[in-house]
């Protein structure tokens, strides 16, 4: 079955304590990208990767880090987390970022940092 | 910037016709998107629409554009209370992938 997994889908911690959120796709495809979501903001895109070994700034990259070192995979990592990134993330990918073809979402991981 | 707006919620009678709206301002997105979110789910793609059509039809769901007013609308047949959920409308925004998000449109069906 084709889907976007990410782990963990839910995570409690404390600032400070380095986290990874690590996201995977079997689709092969090029395209990954990273979502945080917030009450009346929608979504707003972190960083994205059009493919291996490379990564972009989105919209609120701040504090957080990613890596593509192969293609299925993209970890979202905070190094050192904050209240202020206590969010829903969403991962999601697509076949290449030129045909603009629909991105497919994961099912989404609930960060509260206290 | 790139902007999408919609309203933040809809209540409607359970065998209702919804129509949730969307307007946008960057009219470079080729397709625009319309996603589901149930309570505590992820992001579903319900439909979407390439920026050359008018209107696409799929079973209870009926996607209008009107690329003059840059509006985009989400019409839903038949309601169901299955159907109350978060709505997104969504477009591309410059040549980096990026989706641009609506604040999300909070429907309710009441049976």
């Known amino acids: 079955e084709a889907q976007v997994t990410q782990n963990p889908r839910y995570l409690i911690t404390v600032t400070g304590k380095k986290l990874t959120v690590t996201c995977s796709q079997n689709?092969?495809?090029?395209?990954m990208s990273w979502y945080r979501q917030d009450p009346g903001l929608g979504l707003r895109q972190i960083y994205y990767?059009?493919?291996?070994?490379?990564?972009d700034k989105g919209d609120v990259p701040e504090g957080y880090k990613v890596s593509r070192k192969e293609k299925r995979n993209f970890p979202l990592i905070l190094e050192s987390p904050s209240p202020n990134q206590t969010s829903l993330y969403f991962c999601?990918?697509?076949?290449?970022?030129?045909?603009?073809?629909?991105?497919?979402f994961g099912d989404g991981t609930r960060l509260s940092i206290l | 910037g790139e902007d999408v707006e919609q309203s933040l919620f809809l209540s409607v009678r359970e065998g209702d016709s919804s129509v949730i709206n969307c307007t946008y301002t960057?009219?470079?997105?080729?397709?625009l998107y319309w996603y589901k979110q149930e309570p505590g789910a992820g992001l579903q793609l319900l439909t979407y629409?390439?920026?050359?059509?008018d209107m696409k039809q799929d079973q209870r769901l009926t996607v209008l554009l009107n690329k003059k007013d840059k509006h985009l609308s989400l019409r839903i047949a038949d309601t169901q209370t299955g159907d109350s959920a978060i709505y997104f409308c969504?477009?591309?925004?410059?040549?980096?992938?990026?989706?641009?998000f609506g604040q999300g449109t909070t429907l309710q069906v009441k049976p």
């Open positions: 999601a990918s697509s076949p290449d970022r030129v045909s603009n073809q629909p991105q497919h």
């Open positions: 689709m092969n495809h090029e395209y």
């Open positions: 990767s059009m493919n291996v070994e490379v990564t």
């Open positions: 960057d009219s470079s997105s080729t397709y």
């Open positions: 629409i390439f920026s050359n059509m």
């Open positions: 969504a477009g591309t925004s410059g040549n980096t992938g990026k989706l641009i």
